[in-house]
């Protein structure tokens, strides 16, 4: 076992005290035995006075250069912990004393150690942390200025040492490594881990459940306390199983950023504070470490003692967590004299079922157009039109309830109802049948009929695909692109494929360009987060629910690990609440900024009116660059800020109650960084990528709901 000079006191016998050390001028000499014995004599338990007959010890510090004569060992213990009487018998206490504990991590584990041994819960602790002190650690490690450098383990075995030089302190100032972790862990009956390696952690709990050895960790947010008993469960997986059966060989190869979604896992984000999910977003944004508050580290150590506690005395302790939220206690102050009143019990949330998808080759014409219509694709696949059917037309209606506060007036449902009828009109041209397209109604009834028309007269444009497997197996494709560069005969197809009296496409090839959008679809991002009702509005498009007809599937957004790790702490309003508050969540908006970055093109589509009937006109040519772009290879994904919609400064300032002025400047970048002129209004960003993933499928509901 480790121990550098000078880590541990040093006990003699009063015959074997080295004589320079007596003699040494510069070591002071104290004695306590006096005070002691009048202690001891004080003592209601008159049946161990005889304890005070035992020959007295002398104690070196050699940091403190200090030589202390103290009563022997079995004296010192009694007296020392008299005050423990009746919350721990002496047979409580003879158990603590041969328990050995092994700590990881001195940062929070100080306060565990130094509270255990107050306690006298432990004859020897082994105490691993690879780190020195910094003045940074100050602010929850209780030790001196005088420490500073100091390896912590060496700090918390001295302070120990000081409160009782009896209890056997080994320090480990290399951590805890593949090569000495059976060295720490052998003959250990309980082993507390606070360390920040997430690979330490596996591998700590790992060869503590192949030894029967039990883990207790304090996270010291929210008072949180965890305890795996691999003594009574050795079969137990490894924190739980929260991130499935973990073994130590499962994270050999592994990076941080594949190994930090399994550590969040851990901590269960959506029950973590606040302040602390909203910092687990800002670490090397605004914070170079996780927070964490002296009180909560002391409270760590006491909750801590109070398991072990359990452990020497033989109650229940099981397997499990427990949090001690002070915050969450003091929340709940009440006037003991007011009547307690409860909340109804809110109503269960109701999960639909996607009807199975049709055969396609069986059904007839307007119910294949319909059966199209429907896989269009919509802002957060809220698919915003009611169709209904007959033996020669399909309407697509807006359904104005399906809306958001980012569509505005229906400009986002009314460019879904225009893809929806681009669709129809392809399913029926490749039947071989002309249509004619009309919008019909106005406002939120605006709607598109789409008459098949047999003789061709006044028919409809040729829909540019003909091939109706194009259109159902168009996809979103969210992942990250490579970047590549678009050739400009690729360019040119697409910005054709939006060439219109009415309409016409931007496409941005240019990496300076693609560049200043990605720093506009970021701010966007971040202001969409911070916001309260557009952040509500954003994680309620998401789904989980297998059988869920609408909304966007989780697994559909290809998150990159580290974000999907931390989906849960995303979606806590009072850690975004805490963020703006802050003036922070720059890292918000880095997600939308590395997508539009991955990027090969983006196409800015726009129109000359900004009246509905020709959002839905654009929305027909939205969808014919979107399968045009598929066909040459491209993925598609629509990349609209935040503000697209709002047509005027006003609008858009009421989008975000406190960012509404950043959104109206983000908007003037946009319209004054591309040649939009007057009087033309964007239809959406769409960026094109190269990818080979292969993105989950968005789920429909049925056509004729």
Same mark, same amino acid.
């Given at each position: ?53 035992? =020959? ?46 092994? $700590?990881?991590?001195?940062?929070? !584990? ?64 290399? !951590? ?35 030894? !029967? ?70 670490? !090397? ?114 359904? =104005? ?118 720093? $506009? ?153 591309? =040649? ?30």
């Amino acid at each position: 076992m480790q121990n550098p000079d000078g880590a541990v006191a040093t006990i003699y016998t009063g015959d074997t005290v080295p004589a320079d050390l007596l003699s040494d001028p510069t070591v002071s000499v104290l004695d306590i035995t006096e005070s002691s014995a009048a202690a001891f004599a004080g003592l209601l338990q008159r049946s161990l006075n005889d304890l005070f007959d035992e =020959p007295p010890r002398y104690a070196h510090f050699p940091w403190r250069r200090t030589l202390v004569r103290i009563p022997g060992p079995d004296a010192y213990r009694r007296l020392r912990l008299d005050r423990n009487r009746h919350k721990m018998t002496l047979a409580d206490l003879d158990r603590a004393a041969r328990l050995r504990i092994g $700590i990881v991590g001195l940062s929070v !584990g100080h306060s565990i150690a130094l509270t255990l041994a107050l306690e006298g819960l432990g004859g020897e602790l082994r105490l691993a942390d690879f780190d020195t002190l910094e003045l940074t650690n100050m602010n929850r490690v209780p030790s001196s200025v005088t420490d500073v450098d100091t390896n912590k383990s060496v700090i918390a075995a001295r302070r120990i040492a000081e409160i009782d030089p009896y209890v056997r302190t080994f320090c480990f100032t290399d !951590g805890i490594t593949s090569e000495n972790i059976d060295d720490f862990i052998d003959g250990l009956d309980l082993v507390i881990e606070e360390c920040d390696s997430f690979d330490v952690k596996v591998l700590v709990r790992d060869r503590c459940r192949e030894l !029967g050895i039990p883990v207790v960790m304090e996270t010291s947010d929210g008072g949180t306390l965890d305890v795996e008993r691999f003594d009574l469960e050795p079969q137990r997986p490894l924190f739980h199983g929260l991130v499935g059966d973990l073994r130590a060989a499962d994270l050999r190869g592994l990076d941080r950023a594949a190994t930090t979604p399994l550590a969040v896992k851990v901590l269960e984000p959506a029950k973590v504070t606040a302040a602390m999910a909203a910092s687990a977003l800002e670490l !090397g944004q605004t914070v170079t470490a996780w927070p964490q508050l002296g009180g909560d580290v002391l409270l760590g150590g006491a909750t801590v003692a109070a398991a072990v506690r359990r452990f020497v005395q033989g109650r229940p302790l099981p397997s499990g967590r427990v949090r001690f939220d002070r915050d969450a206690w003091l929340d709940g102050l009440i006037d003991p004299a007011a009547p307690q009143t409860t909340s109804a019990d809110r109503p269960a949330a109701v999960a639909t079922s996607a009807t199975d998808s049709p055969v396609v080759e069986s059904m007839s014409v307007p119910d294949l157009m319909a059966y199209a219509a429907s896989w269009a694709p919509s802002a957060g696949n809220q698919q915003p039109w009611q169709i209904h059917t007959d033996e020669h037309s399909v309407t697509i209606a807006l359904d =104005p309830t399906r809306t958001s506060i980012l569509d505005v007036d229906h400009r986002a449902s009314a460019v879904a109802v225009g893809a929806a009828a681009y669709n129809a009109r392809v399913a029926a041209a490749s039947r071989g049948l002309s249509t004619q397209t009309q919008v019909v109604g106005a406002g939120d009834r605006l709607g598109v009929r789409i008459t098949l028309d047999p003789n061709d007269s006044a028919a409809d444009v040729t829909p540019a695909i003909m091939d109706l497997s194009a259109i159902l197996e168009r996809h979103t494709h969210r992942g990250r692109g490579d970047a590549s560069p678009i050739s400009a005969a690729d360019a040119e197809r697409v910005a054709t494929a939006a060439d219109t009296d009415h309409t016409r496409a931007i496409v941005l090839t240019d990496r300076a360009d693609i560049e200043r959008y990605a720093a $506009i679809a970021a701010h966007s991002d971040r202001i969409r987060f911070l916001t309260p009702e557009l952040h509500r509005e954003m994680f309620a498009e998401l789904t989980d629910i297998p059988d869920d007809p609408t909304g966007i599937d989780v697994e559909s957004l290809a998150l990159p690990p580290a974000m999907k790790g931390m989906l849960d702490v995303l979606a806590r309003a009072d850690v975004m609440a805490l963020l703006d508050q802050w003036d922070a969540g720059e890292a918000l908006g880095a997600d939308a900024a590395a997508r539009v970055m991955s990027s090969s093109a983006l196409v800015i589509l726009v129109q000359d009116s900004d009246d509905l009937a020709a959002y839905v006109n654009s929305g027909q040519l939205v969808q014919q660059v979107w399968v045009i772009a598929e066909s040459l290879g491209f993925a598609v994904h629509p990349v609209t800020p935040t503000f697209l919609y709002a047509t005027d400064d006003t609008t858009v300032r009421g989008l975000s109650f406190r960012h509404g002025d950043d959104l109206v400047g983000l908007r003037r970048s946009m319209l004054a960084a591309w =040649p939009i002129r007057d009087g033309e209004v964007p239809t959406i960003v769409l960026r094109l990528s190269r990818t080979d993933e292969t993105p989950a499928r968005s789920r429909r509901e049925p056509a004729g709901r």
